[in-house]
């Protein structure tokens, strides 16, 4: 299998529920990503991993989570959502190098319903 | 602060003819901007990426020109077809942005091709 897979593709869940989102890049990329896209707004980056660093968007609240074990797979663990949560969420990768980012392969997103 | 505009409204034109999309910004000096096609529910798909020192390029049907004096990149695809119909992002990206977290998304604008 080939270029980035994610899974589920549709998630509904409660607002008291606990659930994780994954991501899997088939490229040898070494960078990953996570991405909000909410209706007619740009995408949001969450977090990302990238040659062994993470930074995160200082705005992101707590309740979500990311884990990368490794630079073929990665996670965002979901907890005590709002309903404001509903939204797209995209993972990429994306290979840097010394000139910079050179184009990102994302995944066909978990649409996410928070009740 | 960095802005990126899109035009938020629908692009409608007619099969065959060429569609041209534009991307502005504003308090940024990206080292290469990239284009992207979303469909409905589906994550982005890279199409093209244009560096501060090109003019323009081509890859197919579609042409991206990349003027930083006006900053502005116009988008085109010739001879469009029903299928071109989605929405179309840029993103600007800074020099050295080897950690990918400082590429900015626009929001898109939507194209539809009437057969």
């Known amino acids: 299998e080939t270029g980035v897979t994610q899974t589920p593709r549709h998630l509904v869940m409660g607002m008291t529920n606990k659930k994780s989102l994954k991501c899997e890049q088939h490229l040898g990329h070494n960078a990953m990503y996570w991405y909000k896209q909410s209706a007619k707004k740009p995408l949001e980056l969450m977090f990302v991993y990238s040659l062994e660093e993470r930074v995160e968007n200082n705005s992101v609240p707590s309740r979500f989570s990311p884990e990368c074990p490794n630079s073929s797979h990665l996670f965002l663990h979901l907890h005590t959502l709002q309903p404001e949560d509903s939204a797209l969420y995209l993972c990429?990768?994306?290979?840097?190098?010394?000139?910079?980012?050179?184009?990102?392969?994302f995944g066909s997103g978990t649409r996410l319903t928070v009740v | 602060s960095q802005k990126i505009e899109q035009n938020s409204e629908a692009l409608n034109i007619q099969e065959g003819k060429t569609a041209t999309l534009t991307c502005n910004y504003t308090?940024?000096?990206?080292?290469?901007l990239q284009w992207y096609r979303q469909d409905p529910g589906r994550g982005p798909v890279f199409l093209l990426l244009?560096?501060?020192?090109?003019k323009e390029k081509r890859k197919e049907r579609l042409k991206v020109t990349f003027d930083t004096t006006l900053k502005q990149s116009l988008f085109h695809i010739t001879a469009s077809q029903p299928a071109d119909s989605a929405t179309y992002l840029c993103?600007?990206?800074?020099?050295?942005?080897?950690?990918?977290?400082?590429?900015?998304f626009g929001a898109g604008t939507r194209l539809f091709v009437k057969a």
């Open positions: 244009i560096r501060e020192n090109e």
């Open positions: 993103a600007l990206d800074p020099l050295r942005n080897t950690g990918g977290f400082k590429t900015i």
């Open positions: 990429a990768s994306s290979q840097v190098g010394p000139g910079g980012n050179y184009g990102y392969t």
């Open positions: 308090n940024y000096s990206p080292a290469y």
